[in-house]
């Protein structure tokens, strides 16, 4: 089964406007982590933004916050005041202690920024 | 610090032989993972070490593929006989402690097999 889920395959936003990449996740565990990466065209892995499960607060990282509703257990990444330099793939992941905290991804979303 | 080191950046061999990619994780880092990334199939965990040790290789899509970490700071994926469905981004990440931690990647070997 699908543990992690993002629904967009591709999403496009024009440059300066926030956008909103989905994930939704599956566990039975009381405690896990949940990251969003960033794949450029140029093929790194670039770690963006992380948020706990007990984290009472959304998790913030510059430009990028994390929409975490842990009853819906959703992890949606916004994107405020998006760049041409933010057109990527999206990846979604998680960490469960209940499987050893091993790191698995969603099938990610294409982010196209247009000028 | 350097990073997660892997090498070669692109493998290019023939049917039937073996490849073995290579990677040095972050100084410290005690958690190491082998991801494969195709287009078909996304990101795919492979096989998972903490402290050295194999935690989960439920993701080793068959024997011929084998992973080893003889030590904290080089690990191996080898592919023995290598076959074009193995073409792929072979990616290597580690991470600080076996928890919530992120994981920081290498830039990946590109194997084409043909």
């Known amino acids: 089964a699908q543990k992690i889920t993002q629904t967009q395959p591709g999403m496009f936003v024009q440059e300066k406007e926030a956008v909103t990449l989905d994930c939704t996740y599956d566990?039975?565990?009381?405690?896990?982590?949940l990251f969003w990466y960033k794949q450029p065209s140029s093929g790194e892995m670039i770690f963006l933004i992380y948020?706990?499960?007990?984290?009472?607060q959304n998790a913030t990282e510059g430009r990028y916050s994390l929409n975490f509703q842990k009853a819906r257990k959703s992890a949606n990444l916004v994107i405020s005041a998006s760049q041409l330099g933010d057109s990527a793939m999206y990846f979604c992941?998680?960490?469960?202690?209940?499987?050893?905290?091993?790191?698995?991804f969603g099938k990610g979303t294409l982010l196209t920024v247009n000028p | 610090d350097a990073g997660v080191i892997q090498s070669p950046r692109h493998e290019v061999t023939e049917m039937g032989q073996e490849v073995t990619l290579r990677c040095k994780p972050i100084?410290?880092?005690?958690?190491l993972f082998w991801y494969r990334q195709t287009m078909m199939r996304g990101l795919e965990l492979l096989i998972y070490?903490?402290?050295?040790?194999?935690?989960?290789d439920s993701g080793m899509p068959e024997d011929r593929f084998s992973a080893k970490m003889p030590n904290a700071s080089f690990s191996t994926l080898k592919i023995q006989p290598s076959e074009p469905r193995d073409s792929a981004v072979y990616f290597c990440?580690?991470?600080?402690?076996?928890?919530?931690?992120?994981?920081?990647f290498g830039q990946g070997t590109r194997l084409t097999v043909v």
């Open positions: 990440a580690s991470s600080l402690g076996g928890g919530y931690t992120e994981a920081f």
């Open positions: 566990t039975s565990d009381p405690s896990y982590g």
């Open positions: 070490f903490n402290n050295n040790v194999p935690i989960d």
């Open positions: 992941a998680m960490r469960e202690g209940g499987s050893n905290y091993k790191l698995t």
């Open positions: 100084s410290g880092h005690n958690s």
């Open positions: 948020q706990g499960s007990y984290d009472q």
